[in-house]
């Protein structure tokens, strides 16, 4: 049994010290719940650059199968609550478009992005080509 199993069997047997966890925990990674050490062992997703056309989309190519979660292809390309809740307002609004339902549908909001910072990513994209860092970065 290995170190994840290992976590979700105890988890399953009443948690790491024997007393029962606070929360029904399905993901193994996670333990320690309902102590002052909880750990995560999952690794931490954060979408890799480009990856925004290979993501899935919340309305798939299968009739009665919608997909929702922070790695789902929105425009709000951040993995976050925002990415998160985005897909599902949009997995919604494709299940009632599917289904012929009348029912209103999701306000899907597009990403807001503040025009005054607008100059300062074009000067931070310059200096990324140009191989220099972040002005800000100045560790
Ligand atoms: C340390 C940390 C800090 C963060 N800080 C922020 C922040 O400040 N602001 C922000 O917007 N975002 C933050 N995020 C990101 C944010 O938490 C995620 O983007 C968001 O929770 C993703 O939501 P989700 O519904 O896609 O997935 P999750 O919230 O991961 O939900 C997936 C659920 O599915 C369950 N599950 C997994 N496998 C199965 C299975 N086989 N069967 C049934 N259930 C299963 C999991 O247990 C989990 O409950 C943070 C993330 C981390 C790890």
Not at 35 to 46: A, C, K, R
Not at 85 to 113: I, K
Request: glycine share 10%.
């Amino acid at each position: 049994m290995g170190a994840a199993e290992g976590r979700a069997e105890r988890h399953r047997q009443g948690g790491a010290q024997g007393q029962r966890p606070a929360l029904l925990v399905l993901d193994p990674g996670v333990d320690g719940l309902g102590t002052p050490y909880p750990t995560n062992d999952d690794e931490f997703l954060i979408h890799p650059v480009g990856t925004f056309h290979n993501r899935p989309r919340a309305a798939t190519s299968i009739p009665n199968f919608f997909l929702a979660g922070d790695y789902v292809s929105v425009d709000i390309d951040l993995a976050t609550m925002e990415g998160a809740n985005a897909s599902a307002r949009a997995a919604v609004n494709a299940l009632l478009e599917r289904t012929g339902s009348t029912a209103p549908r999701c306000t899907v909001a597009p990403l807001s992005r503040a025009p005054e910072l607008e100059p300062l990513k074009r000067h931070d994209r310059t200096r990324y080509r140009l191989g220099l860092r972040n002005a800000l970065d100045l560790g």
